[in-house]
Each structure stands twice: as structure tokens, then as C-alpha cells.
């Protein structure tokens, strides 16, 4: 037997061999699925607000070369933290979800459609009319102001019923001692 048989035979040995992982990955639970969207909640919040000032410059009509440097970033961290968001099973968070991926989405556009409109409103005034217009985010600014807070109250809520049940016990986790 030669040595390319041999090395064929032993390839196609290893070849029919099928690995098998025997541990299933966890689905987080509840809580960290919770903590995941409150932690991409708490930094889009702050971040609308560098949104908000990119957009201000835009409607005064300051140089793209000023304004894209801040805007850039922000578009890219928007659809970042909208590729984040967990896809939980709890039809609460669910719902938390899929109108953070709206925000989002919204948030990376009109940050970065604006900066395209300041680079071409030199061309029509009717475009500089419409930059000038710029001022803020609008309604989905508030709407995730209100999920940042909803989502801070369920926090509160859970943590105040595990230190309730702590208390009672004399555990952290609930159980006796």
C-alpha cells in the first residue's frame, strides 16, 4: 500500500466523522434580556443628544467638514446598537424592541440624510430651506425618552421584589439560610 492510499483512506475516514457539540447555548433570561436592552437604551439616550447638536449645526449651515466628523460616528454607533438588541420572548420587551429598532433606524437616517442634504443645499435653496428647518429628532426622540423610563421602572420593580423576598428569607437569592 502506498502512501497516497493510506493518506486518502485515513482523510476519508475523518471525513464521514461529524462533531457534535453537546452543549446547546442558554438563552439569556429574562432579566439579562432586560439589562441587554436597557444598556443599548441608556447610551442611544445620550447619544440623541450629540445627534441633536449634529442637526442644529445642520440647519445653521455649518461647513459638511465640521459636521461629519461628529455625525459619522453616531450613524455608525445607531446601527451598531440597532444590530444589539436581543430578540427576546417576552411580548413586553418584544414590543420595547421592535419600536427601539424603529428608533434606531430612524435616528442613524435622519442624522446621516441630513449631513447629504448639507452637502448638496448649496445647489437649491429650496434645500437649504429644508436644512434649515433641522432642529431635533422629533417624536421618536421622546418615544425612546419613554422606553428609557419604562424600562428603568421594570428594573426598579424587579430588583425591589428580589430584595422583598431577600429580606423576608435573610438570602439574597431567596433561600434560607
Not at 461529524?18 to 432579566?31: I, M, N, T, Y
Not at 441587554?36 to 447638536?53: R, S, T
Not at 466628523?69 to 427576546?88: I, K, Q, S
Not at 419613554?146 to 428594573?155: D, K, M, N, P
Amino acid at each position: 500500500m502506498g502512501v497516497l492510499s493510506w493518506a486518502r483512506k485515513r482523510r476519508a475516514r475523518f471525513e464521514r466523522v461529524q462533531l457534535v457539540d453537546g452543549l446547546a447555548p442558554l438563552e439569556p433570561s429574562l432579566p439579562e434580556q432586560t439589562d441587554a436592552v436597557f444598556a443599548i437604551v441608556a447610551e442611544a439616550v445620550l447619544l440623541q443628544d450629540a445627534a441633536e447638536e449634529v442637526l442644529v449645526s445642520v440647519g445653521r449651515g455649518e461647513h459638511l467638514g465640521l459636521v461629519a466628523p461628529r455625525g459619522g460616528p453616531l450613524v455608525r454607533r445607531f446601527f451598531a446598537l440597532r444590530d444589539a438588541l436581543p430578540r427576546p420572548r417576552d411580548p413586553w420587551l418584544q414590543a420595547r424592541v421592535a419600536a427601539l429598532d424603529t428608533i434606531l433606524l430612524h435616528h442613524a437616517m435622519q442624522v446621516a440624510t441630513s449631513m447629504e442634504f448639507l452637502a448638496v443645499a448649496g445647489r437649491s435653496d429650496r434645500l437649504s430651506e429644508v436644512t434649515g428647518s433641522y432642529g431635533g429628532l422629533g417624536r421618536p426622540a421622546e418615544l425612546l425618552d419613554q422606553t428609557y423610563a419604562e424600562l428603568r421602572a421594570r428594573r426598579t420593580d424587579a430588583s425591589d421584589h428580589v430584595s422583598d423576598i431577600s429580606s423576608v428569607s435573610g438570602s439574597p437569592r431567596g433561600r434560607p439560610i
